[in-house]
């Protein structure tokens, strides 16, 4: 079955520990995203990747990292630096390019972070 | 800064009424608005797209009405179901860019 594998489901960090999320996908998509979920904030945008080795920050990057060494993986590391991360961070993809103009985002089932 | 600005932030209406989700937009380079529904504890699910070429896409139950002139949005539901309960995203992008995407309206239809 081709998908977006979000893992773990739940995960708990400790003061001053950082934490990383995996997402995979084979559906052969270029690009890949990741998103923080809030009460009644809507999903805002932290990485997106639209090719290997290459990714820009969006909107709330700050305390937060990433890597895209290959082209199904794109994990999302919690850093320390991040104070106020408990949400529910959802990943997605996509193609790009010519084929990526109106090419939907397809996304995982999240991971929700909480702190300890 | 929200790019696209959704309301209303919650919906009840009763099993067979039209809820009506209305988004709206100032971006002119944005060329592609989905919705997305989302239940809980899953991620979203692309449910209808549209293009601003078109003033009307039909999909089933679920309608998006689009004014490119007002830079407005919105998605119908018609004969609603207990089912529909879910919370409901509207999103636009640009050429090549990430979605932007509205705070969400959560949607509760009662039998």
């Known amino acids: 079955d081709g998908g977006i594998t979000q893992s773990p489901k739940y995960l708990f960090r400790k003061e001053g520990q950082n934490v990383t999320l995996s997402c995979e996908q084979n559906l052969n998509h270029d690009a890949m995203y990741w998103y923080r979920q809030d009460p009644g904030q809507g999903l805002r945008l932290i990485y997106y990747?639209?090719?290997?080795?290459?990714?820009q920050k969006g909107d709330i990057a700050e305390g937060y990292s990433v890597s895209r060494e290959k082209k199904e993986s794109f994990p999302l590391t919690v850093t320390s630096a991040q104070k106020n991360p408990t949400a529910f961070y959802l990943c997605?993809?996509?193609?790009?390019?010519?084929?990526?103009?109106?090419?939907?985002?397809?996304f995982g089932d999240g991971t929700r972070l909480s702190i300890l | 800064q929200q790019q696209v600005k959704q309301s209303p932030q919650s919906l009840i209406v009763q099993k067979g009424g039209i809820p009506i989700i209305n988004c709206a937009y100032e971006?002119?380079?944005?060329?592609?608005f989905p919705w997305y529904q989302q239940f809980p504890g899953k991620g979203p699910a692309l449910l209808i797209a549209?293009?601003?070429?078109?003033s009307e896409k039909k999909e089933g139950r679920f309608t998006i009405s689009f004014n490119k002139s007002a830079k407005q949005f919105s998605l119908h539901i018609m004969d609603s179901q207990p089912g529909d309960s879910a919370t409901y995203f509207c999103?636009?992008?640009?050429?090549?860019?990430?979605?932007?995407f509205g705070k969400g309206t959560s949607l509760l239809v009662t039998p």
């Open positions: 549209i293009r601003p070429d078109v």
């Open positions: 990747s639209q090719i290997v080795n290459d990714f």
């Open positions: 997605a993809s996509s193609f790009t390019g010519k084929l990526g103009n109106n090419q939907p985002q397809h």
């Open positions: 999103a636009a992008r640009a050429p090549l860019e990430a979605l932007n």
């Open positions: 971006n002119t380079a944005f060329d592609y």
